[in-house]
């Protein structure tokens, strides 16, 4: 079993920023894409963005193009996911996610398929 260290989530007002980072202490992330989903309450849980150690593409969803970065961090071994500009509707439980092939030819990345999820930690953004 593979362990999901996620920190960084807290609370903002609109406008502010917070930076998510996820860790798998003793798993080398390979080719693997690593990246993070969101679950506000009552809706499904949606991919946000990753980073691919296979070619380093990158995914943002639609509605954080612009406002989000991912990014690796070689020396601590992390993918981080800084949010910038932050919305009420970007409150959520954000969940680091580890995928062997992401799955976006619907548009967005698919849930199907994640090999493993971190816990999540909560994102909240007043108004």
């Known amino acids: 079993e593979v362990e999901i260290v996620e920190s960084g989530g807290g609370l903002v007002q609109a406008g502010g920023s917070l930076r998510l980072s996820c860790a798998a202490p003793g798993f080398t992330f390979g080719d693997y894409a690593i990246g993070w989903f969101r679950q506000a309450p009552g809706k499904e849980r949606e991919g946000v963005s990753y980073?691919?150690?296979?070619?380093?593409?990158?995914y943002y969803a639609d509605s954080v193009k612009g406002r989000f970065t991912i990014s690796k961090d070689n020396a601590k071994n992390t993918v981080d996911l800084q949010m910038d500009n932050l919305k009420p509707e970007d409150t959520a439980v954000y969940y680091c996610?580890?995928?062997?092939?992401?799955?976006?030819?619907?548009?967005?990345?698919?849930?199907?398929?994640?090999?493993?999820w971190g816990k999540g930690t909560q994102v909240t953004v007043s108004s």
């Open positions: 980073y691919s150690f296979s070619d380093g593409s990158t």
């Open positions: 996610a580890v995928d062997w092939r992401p799955d976006v030819s619907q548009g967005i990345w698919s849930l199907v398929g994640i090999d493993y």
